[in-house]
Nanobody, 122 residues
């Protein structure tokens, strides 16, 4: 079984910074994409950033000036740095990963973490 655990959320004042972390554990053979989504209150879940196993990273266009994504394959971890946070960044942030286990290889599946709450006060 594979688990994804996010951390780093909390209450932050507008203009501050946050660094979210997500670590995958379990019987992992390889990880392809590791992505970040968020779900603002009353809204649908949306993609924030994606990374792939080749070192590629991408942030959605309207967040590029404040969000940075990075990945540490040795730790099966992905990080999301949010600078100059704004009230509209409030929401639950989720990590996802497409994982191949030793049992499932070459097939794989996408796993989701439980999410970490980010609340920005104005």
């Amino acid at each position: 079984q594979v688990q994804l655990v996010e951390s780093g959320g909390g209450l932050v004042q507008s203009g501050g910074s946050l660094r979210l972390s997500c670590t995958a554990s379990g019987n992992i053979f390889s990880i392809d994409n590791m992505d970040w989504y968020r779900q603002p209150p009353g809204n649908q879940r949306e993609l924030v950033a994606d990374t792939n196993q080749n070192g590629g990273t991408n942030i959605v266009e309207h967040l590029k000036d404040r969000f940075t994504v990075s990945r540490d394959d040795a730790k099966n971890a992905v990080y999301l740095q949010i600078d100059n946070v704004k009230p509209e960044d409030t929401g639950v942030y989720y990590c996802t990963a497409f994982v191949r286990t030793r049992k499932s290889w070459p097939a794989g599946q996408t796993y989701w973490g439980q999410g970490t709450q980010v609340t920005v006060s104005s």
